[in-house]
């Protein structure tokens, strides 16, 4: 599934300053059921917004109106543990168009990439200037040029460059995905099976 | 040129290099079950595309799956909906399918190898971080996401950045009661749970050398929960032992063309790694874990470290002992348990019930603990009845059931309730892994079975 491109995101953001943030808090294998790739936001960080009655955890920052916005800050390590894809679905689905960390789980990385949600990896310092402003003001905006490969608090102007590599930024900037790519060089492939021993 | 062996298998394997991106990456075998593939199915129609080599993809339905009365329909309409899925799916594209009822059917990571799809060299992925499992034979193996296993499915490839080497040697020997697993939380304390991200690792040295497959499969298992996106063991004698004569495995000449390439699976001597650590094997001891990621353990007989002698921050730290209801300072011997369960894919073979046996012989489950012995196949499952060991848990007061990931990720029925504390052989110890509220200890089969006879977290080398 193709999806849309990622060029220049300027928004508010969602604090979640919590390093190690699994992807079983993320999306709990509970809700996992499904055969379609819907309705996952509703159950984004479950059991971290609701109580098991499903009354609402009024503490948890998803469910404070003052926070919000197409980007989510995560602490250190964010989307560690299980490779399920639907982690990534349920943070697009809710909303989320970037998450910004000062590091990353590969497999989550990966799989934000392949459906259009960009991972951007500041600094931990940048990652406290970012916490710090929106303790100062809810509302303050952070814009993300893909182009460029920069993230900016536009309240302070202070800014900070992020790695993607250059396919990557590609597909991102055009929508484009690996499936695009690789049905194209479908003889390549067929030839380099047909060489394989087993 | 010196290279490891996670590079001849890697670059065996590229069909295109993307300069400054990813590597176009051929996949030998491809896994899949229930639960991440229905959507990759269901992409791949959208696009009108089909599955490249179906031959090359099998299907085992394990996440999802009941452990209890598997002849019966299964209960839960949205469970029933996703293991029919598979079935279809598996059926439309001529894949093999392993669905509830097949004596084939398990976990995926028990039954690949059992059947001998995982092969020396070879490229093996699945929808399950885990994959990491396969690296036990010189195979590189690990985890994707939906999304790329349509790619898989349509392409029989993935793109994958390489990722950067580590060796981790472990010398010497293990002492009494110190079973793979231990190594393994061992390794992954030293290194944190994000220690090894951006890497695969190469396991090396005595200790390794002298484990079973069994032990190899639960390291590599594990190697995931330190951020590696993979574990590699170079083959040795004991692999191709292991492989020989299996379902899937080449026969004939093909075997001898394949043992001559899986000979030369080794990392030369000046190979070079971008990190190399090594412990000494005799400083492990039967570990446990204290807190919500598989990095938080420690040896068995220590007390739960102060948050300022740990790694990252202080306030994630305090909210993961806050979740488990401990206090820094703390033994962990002696804690009380309500729930104990053997099984996974990193704890569901052959020799983790025989370590489990080992202590429970003789003795009898505690009245407190609720216990589930969960096999990972149906072939350790009639192993388990043919070496006696099951009469040996009945009379300890122990029942097996059936094969499934059942309690390692509690998408069935086998949840810990809220507020509960298990002991459990899996992987992960997550906030509500095993259910809602759910708190988890990770430890050993020999660990779970101390606890088990005891009804407290107990150290097993005072039972052996």
Known sequence: ?198 | MSTTLFDKVWDSHVVRKIKDGPDVFFIDRHLIHEVTSPVAFLGLKSRNNTVIYPERTFATADHNTPTINQHLPVEDPLSANQLKALEENSAEWGISHWGLGDEKNGIVHVVGPEYGITLPGATIVCGDSHTSTHGAFGAIAFGIGTSEVEMVLTSQCIMQPKPKKMRINITGGLGKGVTPKDVALFIISKLTTSGATGYFVEYAGDVFKQMSMEGRMTVCNLSIEMGARGGIIAPDGKTFEYVNGRLFAPKGEAWDTAMTYWKTLKTDEDAVFDKELTFDGSEIEPMITYGTNPGMGTGISQNIPNAEDVEGGVATYKKSLNYMGFSEGEAMIGKHVDYVFIGSCTNGRIEDFRAFASIVKGRKKADNITAWLVPGSHIVEAKIKEEGLLDIFHKAGFVLREPGCSACLAMNDDKVPAGKVAVSTSNRNFEGRQGPGSKTLLASPLVAAATAVTGVVTDPRTLL
């Open chain 1, 1 to 198: 599934m193709a999806y849309d491109k990622f060029e220049i995101l300027k928004s508010s953001a969602v604090p979640l300053p919590i390093e190690n943030v699994d992807t079983d808090q993320i999306i709990p294998a509970r809700f996992l059921k499904a055969t379609e790739r819907k309705g996952f936001g509703d159950n984004l960080f479950r059991d971290w917004r609701y109580n098991p009655d499903n009354s609402i955890k009024e503490e948890f920052v998803l469910n404070n109106p003052i926070y919000k916005g197409k980007i989510l800050v995560g602490g250190r390590n964010f989307g560690s543990g299980s490779s399920r894809e639907h982690a990534a679905w349920a943070v697009y689905d809710y909303g989320f168009r970037c998450v910004v960390s000062s590091f990353f789980a590969d497999i989550f990385r990966g799989n934000c990439l392949n459906i259009g949600v960009l991972p951007v990896q500041v600094s931990a310092d940048f990652l406290e200037k970012i916490y710090k402003a929106i303790e100062v003001d809810s509302n303050t905006e952070l814009e993300i040029n893909l182009q460029n490969q920069t993230i900016t608090l536009l309240v302070s102007g202070e800014k900070e460059s992020f790695d993607i590599n250059d396919y990557k930024k590609e597909n991102m900037l055009n929508g484009y995905d690996d499936i695009d790519y690789l049905t194209k060089m479908k003889e390549e492939i067929q030839d380099f099976a047909s060489k394989r021993p087993f």
